[in-house]
């Protein structure tokens, strides 16, 4: 498993505080992300300020966790930005929080339909899947990542 490096780090100044992703986001997830084969995989802990009912995680984080990892799988697997034009979640059991929870977020390219990408995506806790979804991202050209987000590329560490 190789750590990636986050392409936005140093554009701050630029407007760069993803809720999701960016470290320096005092209200934000801070999420972080790995490559394994063909999956991208980031390790989140749920504390209890994220809960929606009682020691258990709220939906809209759960799919806030899970569109973000598909984007990354834009990033890393087709070196381009995108856009969510839909996320179908399954929530299959409730999802603890709690300083001792880790939830593993898992996401892979399922389907390519043209410009379009296909991601499928599970929060699993200990193994247990609690939550799946199929989350459809418009693909952006290349060049339009470039110029009008300022996607400079996806590396690992090492590349």
């Not at 987000?149 to 590349?159: A, I, M, S, T």
Request: proline share 4%; charged share 25%.
């Amino acid at each position: 498993m190789k750590k990636i490096i986050n392409p936005w780090i140093g554009m701050e100044g630029e407007g760069y505080n993803c809720f999701a992703c960016a470290p320096q986001n005092p209200y934000g997830l801070k999420m972080e992300f790995w490559e394994d084969g063909d999956d991208i995989i980031s390790y989140w802990n749920p504390n209890d300020n994220f809960q929606g009912w009682i020691k258990t995680l709220h939906g809209g984080i759960q799919a806030t966790l899970m569109d973000e990892i598909g984007a990354w799988v834009i990033s890393r697997k087709l070196q381009t930005s995108a856009m969510t034009t839909n996320l179908n979640i399954r929530y299959r059991r409730p999802m603890p929080t709690g300083d001792n929870v880790t939830v593993e977020v898992r996401a892979h390219i399922r389907e390519m339909k043209r410009t379009f990408a296909v991601i499928y995506a599970t929060l699993s806790v200990k193994g247990r899947v609690c939550t799946e979804a199929e989350i459809t991202y418009f693909c952006f050209s290349k060049e339009k990542a470039k110029t009008e987000f300022n996607f400079r590329g996806c590396k690992v560490e090492g590349e």
